[in-house]
């Protein structure tokens, strides 16, 4: 199968520091990974699209200097949220495409977070 | 852009019955993939069945399966002989060119 792990799971912070949340395939090169916000009992939101070895594509309304984007390699990518603030709180997934081909998607577990 | 529509926040059924959830979406692309997660407490999304928009032959996984109307757009799924694991939030999902759209979801419940 194909495994996607974010490390951590729920992380706990004050306002104003950084988080960063890192997002694996594990069994599978990835090109593209996707981070999602969804609130609770709502859908999946994009925020935007990390590509390897480039900038990450955002979604309009996503501040790209708020939610720092890296995708190093073909099994990495990570989330920092600079100077986070109580509305940053909520549930963060990423997803991968492998990069061999396939339309499907990959989720990893989520990330909650949550700013004092 | 692409709209994903699931019009029943929430349904419910008889544990061993069959439920069929509803999706519709818009589109003016003509290639594109379709897909069913579910999501359950633990809120890992997981992947139930896909459907590409090419094929006719409509998917079927086990004890789930899809009714694809291309034309109509409309990507609705049905579990049967419902089982009290299948419990979860189901979300209906586009992928055209670019990335993956979601629907609202519909909150499935299997009641022993």
């Known amino acids: 199968g194909a495994v996607v792990s974010q490390h951590p799971s729920r992380v706990i912070c004050k306002s104003g520091t950084s988080v960063k949340i890192e997002c694996r395939s594990l069994?599978?090169?990835?090109?593209?990974m996707f981070w999602y916000r969804q609130f609770p009992k709502q859908s999946l939101m994009l925020m935007a699209t990390s590509n390897e070895g480039s900038k990450a594509t955002y979604e309009q309304g996503v501040e790209k200097d708020k939610f720092l984007i890296n995708h190093a390699s073909l099994t990495l990518s990570t989330l920092t949220v600079t100077s986070a603030h109580p509305e940053d709180s909520s549930f963060y997934i990423c997803?991968?495409?492998?990069?061999?081909?396939?339309?499907?998607?990959?989720f990893g577990p989520g990330t909650r977070l949550l700013v004092l | 852009a692409q709209t994903v529509t699931q019009s029943q926040p929430e349904m419910s059924v008889q544990e061993a019955e069959t439920v069929t959830l509803s999706c519709t979406y818009d589109t003016s692309e003509n290639n594109y993939y379709l897909f069913w997660y579910k999501q359950p407490p633990s809120r890992q999304m997981i992947l139930v069945i896909r459907?590409?928009?090419?094929?006719?032959q409509n998917a079927t996984e086990n004890r789930f399966s899809v009714n694809f109307q291309k034309a109509a757009k409309s990507f609705s799924l049905k579990i049967s002989d419902s089982q009290l694991g299948d419990t979860a939030m189901y979300f209906c999902a586009f992928r055209g060119l670019n990335d993956m759209r979601f629907g609202a979801g519909t909150r499935l419940t299997v009641k022993p």
């Open positions: 997803s991968a495409r492998r990069t061999s081909g396939g339309e499907t998607q990959y």
């Open positions: 069994d599978f090169q990835a090109t593209t």
């Open positions: 459907q590409e928009a090419y094929k006719q």
